[in-house]
């Protein structure tokens, strides 16, 4: 930005003629305007985390209106909304389209402070160029244009991703997917690499024994091993595992209450895994001994390939049964676990250290007492072998905003390096979601800044910050990945 727009910028600013969403938006130092203008932004976005729907990236999906994109399954603002006294039939109901929109406007005003009210003007602004307010008497209007330019080409769901100049997305994906999009979206190529993350939680869920019976019918129909024992359940698993490295996918993971370090022998497990598909149901030590064994199975799988895995802990889920059982699971009815995760964690890692089959490892907690535990956790493993090679996570769902991405990164900072932090993801099911990224980097880069101008970092190492910068917004996620 040149001297005579900054002025203007001020200028707008004091007679309040800018708009919420500006260029120095989050930045408030000359420091920090200069690394997120000069290097943060320019920078391109690897999405190694998200929940996108497969199909809908291969279709190119066109989007019947801003209630679909922007509503449909997004499980924080269905949150906010019943929070601000919203009837359920304007949520998930069978109300119209602007009906259940016109609600979530007039939820919004509501939800300053909350990092709805950021991302929600944000995502206007970046994707839609809309820059007003969203309240009850700007949402017809916005409403109105958003949905007119959905019907465009240059809305649908590749462009999407292609405008904010996304490299690669790394979808969630069970070990029975048959990933037959992501085999369509390899035939059809637009310019975003979409890889498959192995997501293999369903394999642990012995505690339901019909349920898990049925999954692991569906497990040995796709990988055509008959499924009886402990062996033949890692044989098939083995087998499509191959099949994802086959297709892209270079990294996995696991979604956890904690982590499982219970201590078994190989014989107990394969009797609860027998017992387990003839309808038994299974004690709660046998449930944790299971988890444990196939857990460190899942681990070796990743290291014998280079793979990384991502350990997601501290959910605690499905906790309104009346809603869950109108509406099932990720609904908006999850909550942070209060669990003690040090020793189980170390004693899983320690395991794989032991036998040198600890690949590369992120680690994110949900509970924010834990990060300073997992941080301490991950440098305890790092062997020298490659930068960062185990490290805390972003911060992650309930800690993606403001107060918990600059609590992760104090906590990395103080007990690691931040600067071999592998970065942002959006950890989101919106093709919308990539303004998240520019938040991240947005925050980073103020916290950066914010050191320089109080003296604790010297001016004289701009030019390392701004490659700091530069690597935690793309190049050591690139690098690390190996996409």
């Not at 359940?233 to 270079?250: I, N, T, V």
């Not at 064994?293 to 009346?322: E, P, S, V």
């Not at 993801?425 to 303004?435: A, E, I, K, M, N």
Request: charged share 25%.
């Amino acid at each position: 930005m040149d001297f005579l727009s900054k002025v203007k910028d001020s200028i707008d600013g004091l007679t309040g003629d800018r708009p919420f969403i500006h260029d120095d938006f989050m930045l408030t130092n000359d420091y920090a305007r200069e690394l997120y203008h000069e290097s943060a932004k320019k920078m391109p976005i690897i999405d190694y985390h998200c929940h996108l729907v497969p199909k809908m990236i291969a279709d190119n999906y066109q989007f019947r209106d801003l209630t679909e994109v922007w509503l449909g399954g997004d499980h924080y603002k269905w949150r906010a909304m019943r929070g601000n006294g919203v009837p359920e039939e304007f949520i998930t109901g069978p109300r119209g389209s602007y009906e259940k929109f016109e609600k979530w406007a007039e939820t919004v005003p509501y939800t300053m402070r909350n990092p709805l009210y950021h991302w929600t003007h944000l995502e206007l602004a970046r994707v839609f160029d809309v820059y007003d307010l969203l309240n009850p008497q700007t949402a017809r209007a916005i409403y109105d244009e958003c949905t007119a330019k959905l019907q465009t080409e240059e809305y649908r769901g590749q462009e999407l991703m292609k405008r904010f100049n996304v490299k690669v997305v790394c979808t969630t994906d069970d070990p029975a997917d048959s990933l037959e999009y992501h085999k369509q979206i390899n035939e059809n190529p637009f310019g975003v690499k979409v890889l498959p993350a192995w997501r293999p939680d369903k394999a642990m869920v012995i505690e339901k024994p019909e349920q898990y019976k049925e999954y692991i019918q569906k497990l040995s129909d796709v990988s055509g091993v008959a499924i009886n024992s402990y062996q033949d359940l890692l044989d098939a698993l083995q087998k499509r595992h191959d099949f994802f490295h086959e297709m892209g996918s270079r990294l996995s993971d696991h979604g956890l209450e904690t982590f499982y370090a219970e201590d078994f022998e190989l014989e107990e497990i394969d009797k609860i895994f027998r017992n387990t598909l003839a309808g038994k149901q299974p004690t709660w030590e046998e449930v944790l001994k299971f988890r444990s064994a196939i857990l460190l199975d899942f681990a070796r799988m990743d290291h014998a390939k280079g793979w990384a895995q991502q350990f997601h802990i501290g959910a605690i889920r499905d906790n309104n049964t009346r809603m869950f059982n109108i509406l099932g699971p990720d609904t908006g009815y999850d909550a942070i676990h209060d669990v003690q995760c040090a020793a189980a964690g170390h004693k899983f890692l320690n395991k794989l250290a032991l036998e040198n089959k600890l690949t590369k490892t992120i680690l994110y907690n949900l509970n924010p007492k834990d990060n300073e535990v997992l941080a301490t956790m991950a440098y305890t493993f790092n062997d020298g072998t490659c930068p960062g090679k185990i490290q805390l996570g972003s911060g992650w769902w309930f800690l993606d905003q403001e107060d918990g991405m600059k609590k992760q990164m104090n906590a990395l900072s103080s007990l690691g390096l931040l600067s071999r932090f592998v970065g942002m993801l959006t950890d989101s099911r919106s093709f919308l979601s990539y303004p998240r990224h520019e938040y991240f980097r947005r925050i980073l880069c103020n916290l950066i800044g914010e050191d320089i101008q109080n003296g604790k970092l010297p001016k004289s190492e701009m030019a390392f910050l701004h490659q700091m910068v530069q690597d935690i917004s793309y190049n050591n996620a690139d690098r690390y990945f190996n996409f």
